[in-house]
């Protein structure tokens, strides 16, 4: 039985449901753990939800059940049980304890759309796990930090051709900041709400992307429907 979904489903239902500050904190709290693997007592701690680990076994749940519009009813297992959870991570008894490990289309749908990974560092080309980072020679898994509807490069390309390397709500340089390092660091984001795109989307680089700093692009997905760039530059008093 399968509970498999593309990242592009995930990407899509998290852009157009409603997120509670506790939704994020459970699911910040899957991509800041260990193999983004947690026990219902390690999340209840770690995303800060009173009641123990029966109210993350509620809170997990919930946040499921909010996919169940987009992804679709879950089969019941052969218990007939439907386990809300599959919509989220896959689980597993060990030592007496049952584990729940973030779907991997999840966290690529979560850093797609500007979430951040405390357990590694998180660039627009690659994420890094502390972990692996030190204990496996693979190193770096190699993922692709860009809407999973743009699925040219040269889309890419072509918007910084036009607006160039400087942010565009903040303004921010990062080659000023930080030296070439920095130098083609700047994140793409899309303009159009994810609602509003088909499977053969075909990006326009000028209208419908804007080159924009890792600190903005993680600002304007705080909400759904993103923010827009002036009401980013609002916020920010500009």
């Known amino acids: 039985m399968s509970y498999e979904w593309p990242s592009e489903q995930f990407e ?14 459970v699911l910040q709290a ?6 983004h693997t947690l026990t219902a007592h390690s999340l209840a701690e770690a995303a800060a939800l009173p009641g123990g680990w029966s ?14 519009s987009t992804l679709g009813p879950l089969p019941n297992a052969d218990d007939g049980d439907p386990h ?3 919509y989220v991570a896959t689980g597993k008894w060990q030592d007496g304890r049952f584990y729940w490990t973030l779907r991997p289309q999840l966290k690529a749908a979560l850093l797609g759309l500007g979430w951040q ?23 770096a898994v190699r993922r692709v930090y860009v809407n999973a509807y743009e699925r040219n490069q040269a889309a890419r390309a072509a ?23 920095a130098r083609g660091y700047l994140q793409v984001h899309h303009l159009r709400p994810l609602a509003d795109l088909q499977r053969e989307y075909e990006v326009d680089p000028v209208r419908d992307l804007l080159p924009v700093c ?25």
């Open 12 to 25: 899509y239902a998290l852009a157009n449901m409603r997120l509670t500050d506790t939704n994020r904190r």
């Open 117 to 139: 990974a405390a357990t590694g560092v998180v660039s627009e080309w690659g994420e890094v796990p502390a972990a692996q980072a030190q204990t496996y020679a693979e190193g």
């Open 55 to 68: 109210a993350a076994n509620l809170r997990i749940g919930e946040l499921s059940r909010k996919f169940a």
């Open 214 to 238: 890792p600190n903005c692009h993680t600002m304007l997905h705080r909400r759904s429907p993103p923010y827009t760039p002036e009401e980013l530059r609002q916020l920010m008093g500009q």
């Open 84 to 86: 809300w959870w599959r």
């Open 30 to 35: 899957f991509l800041d753990a260990p193999s």
């Open 159 to 181: 918007c910084l051709d036009h607006y160039g390397h400087t942010c565009q709500v903040c303004k921010t340089d990062l080659t000023q900041v930080y030296g070439e390092v």
